[in-house]
């Protein structure tokens, strides 16, 4: 599987600037990968598992899923020539993911952050708006990025799905928790 995935690398290597426009698209996308692993991580420790336990192997899944395309990544920018030594730490500065919330509703808000750092890859993954056509050509010949798109896009919909589960049930407890009261 890693040699085929190296060999597509090298099939689909794009020449000068776009090389360069692709190793920064690139480095974008694995600073953000890294911030959606380490969101999903920290949503597992976050999840009981007694209460969440299907919640919880989604998230680890997902976090799999995340470190593999971290991976595919570094391998691509060194293959494109990009920073010879790419450090995990280099990238984890300026994390946009400060803290997890605790608490009631914790599994919704978790998930709407995990939807809303999927969607922040996406839109740098699928830029609009660019007049540079060459330049989205080159990038959308990219193995790597177009396995970004697929694995963000699918985590995406699921991470979707549940959401809406939770809100579903988060909404039909709140309506038994008002007729309760109204009864006392």
Request: charged residues 25%; hydrophobic residues 40%.
């Amino acid at each position: 599987m890693v040699e085929l995935a190296r060999k597509a690398a090298i099939d689909s290597f794009p020449a000068g600037a776009d090389s360069r426009e692709t190793v920064e698209a690139l480095e974008e996308l694995l600073t953000q990968s890294i911030h959606l692993r380490d969101l999903y991580k920290r949503a597992c420790w976050r999840t009981p598992a007694a209460e969440h336990d299907g919640l919880r192997r989604l998230l680890d899944g997902h976090y799999k899923e995340q470190l593999r395309l971290v991976d595919l990544l570094i391998d691509r920018i060194r293959t494109l020539g990009g920073d010879g030594m790419v450090f995990a730490g280099d990238f984890l500065h300026s994390s946009r993911f400060p803290h997890l919330p605790r608490g009631r509703g914790t599994a919704i808000r978790l998930l709407r952050e995990l939807l809303d750092a999927h969607e922040w890859v996406l839109t740098t993954a699928l830029p609009t708006g660019t007049n540079d056509a060459q330049s989205v050509r080159a990038h959308a010949r990219d193995f790597a990025l177009g396995q970004v798109v697929l694995a963000n896009e699918l985590q995406s919909s699921i991470v979707r799905e549940q959401l809406m589960r939770w809100e579903s049930k988060e909404r039909v407890h709140q309506m038994q928790a008002s007729a309760s009261l109204g009864y006392e």
